[in-house]
């Protein structure tokens, strides 16, 4: 089985859906970022890994400064 994230590359960064939200069900006011693959596959972060509701994805740069992707 091919891994549908191994060699992608990201082609958008944008905000959850409200259906991607109800899909979840998640119901907070806080809307996570989603990073779309060239594969088709959708990466968004949760607050634990049940999945109980939406959280924030943070980074470091090569520099070594984080940032988030809101």
Known sequence: MSDPIIGATVVEIRPMTAD???AEGWMKREVPA????STGVILYPSMDTEGND????FGIDNA???FCLA
């Open 34 to 37: 989603c990073v779309v693959l």
């Open 54 to 57: 939406a959280g924030a994805l």
């Open 64 to 66: 070594g400064s984080t």
């Open 20 to 22: 991607e939200m109800k």
